[in-house]
């Protein structure tokens, strides 16, 4: 399980990394040291120069020396807000095992106006079967077993763009979504590699902030109550994220 | 799976540190909002960054704008009349800054493609018979050779596993839009067989991979990128066992 939750963290990890847009250390670092070895070269060039000219004498006395304190033109820099946090709520209805309450986290990082990809992690329980409800005292999963947790990556594709309106003076930019992506599913004891396909459909009341309604189907393969099935498990819920 | 809640903490902690770290930027960055000055007949502004937005205000020459930010393709700026709008970033290259230089826009290309600092991106695949997901990151020292890191997750009727390798990646021809590219590199394996099979003990392994590829340039940012790499695992065995891996994904260029 460890090494599972450390995969997971450094899955993350890699995928925050380079995805950092803004971040002054990834961005930032190469160009400060250019401008250090800058800021260096021109304070030996300073100091050489003057050094010699008191050596040498080649400058008149009462000469003036320019004192021009050189500026650095610095390429302005805009900053960019791809990428996507938040977290989702919502109903999971498990195949054979009830619906029950969700909960997520996303992370997305919008490439164009119309393609993103998403990395998402998310978990929900599992209730009683009707085999076991009927069955009186008979368990198939232990408690610990009926956690639902996933965690997918999916390319998605936004479409029919358009504007909400909210009373007379506000109109929000919104549109639909579709995404589909792959990742795992660990319920009932084993992981199983998980296809996800959803939509949806997002408000934006204001440039940073993004509200979503959405559903999502996460398929796997699953011979737990007897033939192998490719079990359907519906989420549907609402979102809230934040661009940075 | 006690320790799942943890994780979940753990994981936004990691999530929302790129945020921190932006955030950071922003409030650095609040004051310095980019000044440029229109030189084409007009410059349009939409109310969205996308295409479909409808155009809402149009912005004279030789009037300035304030850049204030980016997402993805536009470009959020805000006029002097106090006007803020979505200006396309084909529309906003057109533009000066107050000494007369372009605005310095970073936008994909293939010059881009050939020569980047990072990459980064996401595959699916098979590993051993197995259901592969994997992303991997890189950085380039030249426009032929990366370090590269990449992590996976397999899962098979009969084990599931985690690999995680590193390596060098070399690019021989990087000017061409189908480009092969071959990697060699070092790894670990861990491998949780299910408990069905004879043996179900859990291990973990070390692995050392050659494979070769091919990158593909679709447009902007982006390329494919389909892979092969034949790992051998070292096991504590009298013989190494060898894994193939296959995959598919789709990276993006820095």
């Known amino acids: 399980m460890e090494t599972r939750v450390r995969g997971l963290l450094l899955t993350a990890a890699l995928l925050t990394v380079p995805l950092l847009p803004g971040c002054a250390t990834v961005h930032r670092w190469r160009e400060h040291r250019a401008e250090v070895r800058a800021a260096r070269e021109e304070a030996r060039a300073e100091a050489s120069p003057t050094g010699q000219s008191v050596a040498g004498d080649s400058v008149p006395p009462g000469a003036i020396q320019p004192r021009i304190e050189r500026r650095r033109a610095r390429a302005p820099r805009i900053r960019s807000s791809n990428l996507e946090i938040g977290a989702h709520f919502g109903v999971m209805s498990i195949e054979d095992f009830g619906s029950h309450p969700a909960y997520g986290l996303d992370l997305a990082y919008h490439l164009t106006e119309d393609l993103f990809v998403r990395a998402e992690i998310g978990r929900s329980t599992g209730g009683l079967t009707s085999f076991e409800t009927l069955g009186g005292n008979i368990r198939l999963l232990t408690e610990g077993e009926r956690k639902f947790t996933y965690y997918d990556l999916g390319l998605g594709y936004n479409f029919l763009p358009g504007e909400a309106f909210f009373g007379r003076s506000r109109a929000m930019t919104s549109s639909f979504y579709v995404i589909g992506g792959a990742g795992a599913t660990q319920f009932a004891g084993d992981k199983k590699f998980t296809v996800t396909v959803g939509g949806g459909y997002q408000v934006l009341p204001t440039d940073r902030l993004a509200v979503h309604v959405g559903f999502e189907d996460h398929m796997f393969q699953s011979a737990l109550l007897g033939a192998s099935k490719l079990t359907h498990n519906m989420e549907a819920g609402f979102g809230v994220t934040v661009f940075f | ?254």
């Open chain 2, 1 to 254: 799976m006690r320790h799942t809640p943890a994780a979940l903490l753990l994981l936004l902690a990691a999530l929302m540190a790129p945020a921190v770290c932006s955030a950071h930027i922003f409030t650095r960055h609040a004051r310095r909002d980019v000044q440029v000055f229109v030189k084409t007949p007009y410059l349009e502004l939409h109310t969205g960054p996308g295409r479909g937005y409808p155009v809402f205000d149009v912005v004279p020459q030789g009037e300035s704008v304030l850049v204030l930010f980016r997402r993805t393709q536009w470009l959020k700026v805000r006029t002097r009349r106090g006007v803020e709008g979505w200006a396309s970033e084909d529309d906003m290259l057109k533009t000066a800054l107050a000494d007369g230089a372009p605005l310095p826009l970073t936008i994909g290309n293939r010059a881009g493609f050939t020569s980047h600092r990072f990459e980064a991106g996401a595959f699916a695949g098979v590993f051993g018979g197995a259901n592969l997901i994997s992303a991997y990151t890189s950085y380039s020292f030249n426009s032929q050779l990366a370090v590269e890191a990449a992590l996976g997750q397999f899962l098979g009727r009969y084990s599931n596993g985690i690999t995680a390798d590193i390596g060098l990646t070399h690019v021989p021809m990087p000017q061409w839009r189908l480009s092969p590219f071959l990697m060699l590199g070092i790894g670990i394996l861990h491998v949780e067989p299910k408990a069905t099979l004879v043996q179900p003990a859990v291990r973990t392994e070390q692995t050392a991979y050659v494979g070769g590829g091919l990158r593909y340039y679709i447009g902007r940012s982006f390329f494919l990128r389909a892979e092969y790499k034949t790992h051998v695992v070292i096991t504590t065995q009298n013989r190494n066992q060898v894994e193939d891996e296959w995959k598919l994904g789709f990276a993006v260029f820095f």
